[in-house]
């Protein structure tokens, strides 16, 4: 259980939900020996940019100084607040990050959005910046410059995504798109985008990367 030397987590939800669909990691990393720390943040009403300097950081400030290393675990568009927060240049101190899912080479169905204006209209400031073109936000954020573990699913939880989505996929993003310039390890695991953070296994590798920095299938291969 977590003591006040406990490493520090923090846990980054994706677009549309809130901090209780990351209540199963950050239960998980409590049990294991860190001190979790859960945010929500309003994802639907705000740009990226917004949402990681105006709410995820003032939350890190609050409970972490610039001087002490955190981790982050994160879904979908939570790995793209973490890559808004290194370019921003703030200071903090980035241990090792695991990704679930990002949307790291934008989203097919960001494209959607962004291609018909009565959807456009009625989709959030954040969702239309995650297109995969290179114009779009993911693509101009650069390289991965910490530890990062990044875990895609390719269990399709949406009948819509074989027309939309080309190759392997979560139903949501492209197992391709999830990858990242200078990621430290990958794995492709059979869950599916909406529910993955709540997979036993995500969450043991999760675990383990953030002690070891590889993921454990690898090293048992």
Do not use: C, W
């Amino acid at each position: 259980m977590p003591t006040s030397n406990s490493p520090k987590v923090f846990l980054l939800h994706g677009l549309g939900r809130t901090s209780r669909s990351m209540v199963y990691l950050e239960k998980r990393l409590a049990q294991s020996g860190y001190a979790p720390f859960n945010i929500t943040y309003p994802s639907q009403k705000y740009s990226v940019e917004e949402l990681a300097l105006d709410f995820v950081l003032p939350a890190i400030k609050t409970y972490a100084n610039e001087n002490t290393p955190i981790h982050f675990v994160t879904h979908s568009m939570g790995g793209i607040i973490v890559r808004q927060l290194v370019s921003s240049k703030v200071k903090i101190n980035i241990g090792r990050v695991v990704m679930l899912a990002p949307p790291n080479g934008g989203s097919e169905f960001s494209d959607l959005l962004n291609r018909y204006a009565f959807l456009n209209n009625l989709t959030s400031p954040a969702a239309k910046e995650l297109g995969t073109s290179p114009s779009y936000l993911p693509h101009t954020l650069g390289p991965a410059g910490f530890e990062l573990g990044i875990i895609a699913g390719d269990r399709k939880d949406n009948p819509i995504a074989k027309k939309i989505i080309l190759g392997e996929s979560d139903g949501r993003v492209s197992v391709e798109n999830t990858k990242l310039a200078g990621m430290t390890d990958f794995l492709l695991l059979p869950v599916m985008h909406s529910l993955m953070m709540m997979n036993e296994k995500v969450a043991d590798e999760t675990i383990h990367f953030l002690a070891h920095g590889v993921f454990q299938q690898k090293e048992e291969k």
